[in-house]
């Protein structure tokens, strides 16, 4: 709550021109918010320009925050439908170049190596990490996103439900089966002893 | 404690980091049903290798790079954002009533091709020209004496024409005395 007032205080000087404020929520969630994005983007480096985007558009639309909500929810709706869009959008540019390269309408999932078929092959660097990674990205979006508010950006039920602008009893829908999906995927990690 | 239950309080419990459950009912459940105690150990580990997920450090030059956007940015959108934030609908809303009303007076200037003009000065002035023409005439005529034979002529040849005519039969009068109708 004590950061919620002082992230609230802080908006209210931005409003007033106060751009050294604006630069101290910079800093304070700069990291936060590039993590955040690159969970669906998965490069760095697009996480970093996206990031910058979210900013951006938060200083444009300075005048129109209301402190109703936290500043926290805004700025991650903001990133959500940012680090989503890019997501989907390089989702469909993966498929597009698959299709001109094999020259056939395959399934693309199909293509996808299955670690889990071969579950004790040697994977290069953190297994776990990678196990963990391409698990997060198998869950469908909005299961994804409450999952990540909740276990990686540590906010409230009522925090993700203002950022998906939903309830909270929805938000906790999606977390329970976005849990459920997490077990499908990595019980034959679990049977394996990799996780 | 049914294993449905137990199971929702079990996520519960993972989702808050905890270790084992506060709810001794919740704990002698598990004790004895071992599918119960295999999910929430199943749901822990989970929920807790989601950690190994690889945080990302940015780049170190990142925040002075969005401040330097944001400046380029800011600087060039600012006085159009602020009166877009201070007229907003207002200014479209006269925008629009003032194109309508352009439009308006546009059309009611310029008639439709389909209507012909009508004009009534150059109509007007024929008219004129040709009662200037017939009273022109008829002095010629009357200075001549040509007016008189006109007169008398029509009239002479009305009255032969009026001789010409078949004489109409005489109407009978009505029986009961009164008229046709």
């Given at each position: 709550?004590?950061?919620?007032?002082?992230?609230?205080?802080?908006?209210?000087?931005?409003?007033?021109?106060?751009?050294?404020?604006?630069?101290?929520?910079?800093?304070?969630?700069?990291?936060?918010?590039?993590?955040?994005?690159?969970?669906?983007?998965?490069?760095?480096?697009?996480?970093?320009?996206?990031?910058?985007?979210?900013?951006?558009?938060?200083?444009?639309?300075?005048?129109?925050?209301?402190?109703?909500?936290?500043?926290?929810?805004?700025?991650?709706?903001?990133?959500?439908?940012?680090?989503?869009?890019?997501?989907?959008?390089?989702?469909?540019?993966?498929?597009?170049?698959?299709?001109?390269?094999?020259?056939?309408?395959?399934?693309?999932?199909?293509?996808?190596?299955?670690?889990?078929?071969?579950?004790?092959?040697?994977?290069?660097?953190?297994?776990?990490?990678?196990?963990?990674?391409?698990?997060?990205?198998?869950?469908?979006?909005?299961?994804?996103?409450?999952?990540?508010?909740?276990?990686?950006?540590?906010?409230?039920?009522?925090?993700?439900?203002?950022?998906?602008?939903?309830?909270?009893?929805?938000?906790?829908?999606?977390?329970?089966?976005?849990?459920?999906?997490?077990?499908?995927?990595?019980?034959?990690?679990?049977?394996?002893?990799?996780? | 404690?049914?294993?449905?239950?137990?199971?929702?309080?079990?996520?519960?419990?993972?989702?808050?980091?905890?270790?084992?459950?506060?709810?001794?009912?919740?704990?002698?459940?598990?004790?004895?049903?071992?599918?119960?105690?295999?999910?929430?150990?199943?749901?822990?580990?989970?929920?807790?290798?989601?950690?190994?997920?690889?945080?990302?450090?940015?780049?170190?030059?990142?925040?002075?790079?969005?401040?330097?956007?944001?400046?380029?940015?800011?600087s060039r959108t600012d006085s159009r954002f602020s009166w877009?934030?201070?007229?907003?609908?207002?200014?479209?809303?006269?925008?629009?009533?003032?194109?309508?009303?352009?439009?308006?007076?546009?059309?009611?200037?310029?008639?439709?091709?389909?209507?012909?003009?009508?004009?009534?000065?150059?109509?007007?002035?024929?008219?004129?020209?040709?009662?200037?023409?017939?009273?022109?005439?008829?002095?010629?005529?009357?200075?001549?004496?040509?007016?008189?034979?006109?007169?008398?002529?029509?009239?002479?040849?009305?009255?032969?024409?009026?001789?010409?005519?078949?004489?109409?039969?005489?109407?009978?009068?009505?029986?009961?005395?009164?008229?046709?109708?």
């Amino acid at each position: 709550m004590g950061s919620q007032n002082s992230d609230l205080d802080l908006m209210a000087a931005v409003q007033r021109g106060d751009a050294s404020a604006f630069e101290q929520l910079l800093v304070k969630y700069n990291k936060n918010i590039v993590n955040f994005i690159y969970k669906f983007v998965n490069n760095i480096g697009e996480a970093e320009e996206l990031a910058q985007e979210v900013f951006l558009k938060i200083y444009m639309a300075r005048h129109s925050y209301e402190p109703r909500a936290p500043f926290s929810s805004w700025l991650y709706r903001i990133a959500a439908n940012e680090g989503i869009k890019a997501a989907v959008k390089g989702r469909r540019l993966f498929f597009r170049s698959r299709r001109r390269d094999t020259g056939e309408h395959e399934n693309i999932l199909e293509s996808i190596p299955d670690v889990r078929q071969n579950a004790e092959h040697t994977l290069a660097g953190n297994e776990t990490a990678q196990i963990v990674q391409k698990a997060i990205s198998s869950l469908p979006k909005k299961e994804k996103l409450a999952i990540v508010l909740r276990r990686y950006q540590g906010l409230s039920y009522e925090e993700i439900a203002e950022v998906m602008n939903c309830t909270e009893g929805a938000v906790k829908t999606y977390i329970h089966r976005g849990k459920l999906r997490l077990r499908e995927f990595m019980l034959p990690y679990i049977a394996k002893g990799l996780i | 404690m049914r294993c449905a239950d137990a199971r929702a309080a079990i996520e519960e419990i993972v989702d808050a980091n905890r270790e084992t459950s506060p709810d001794p009912a919740l704990r002698d459940h598990l004790n004895s049903c071992n599918s119960c105690a295999e999910y929430f150990s199943q749901f822990h580990r989970i929920w807790q290798a989601l950690s190994a997920y690889p945080s990302v450090e940015p780049s170190p030059n990142l925040i002075l790079r969005t401040k330097s956007r944001l400046q380029r940015n800011g600087s060039r959108t600012d006085s159009r954002f602020s009166w877009h934030v201070v007229a907003g609908w207002q200014w479209m809303t006269v925008s629009a009533c003032i194109m309508i009303l352009c439009a308006v007076l546009f059309l009611s200037q310029h008639t439709s091709p389909l209507v012909p003009q009508i004009d009534t000065a150059q109509i007007d002035a024929a008219d004129d020209k040709l009662l200037q023409d017939i009273e022109q005439s008829l002095s010629q005529l009357e200075e001549n004496g040509s007016l008189a034979d006109y007169d008398s002529w029509s009239g002479a040849y009305l009255e032969t024409a009026i001789q010409e005519l078949p004489q109409a039969p005489a109407s009978k009068p009505a029986q009961n005395g009164r008229g046709p109708l």
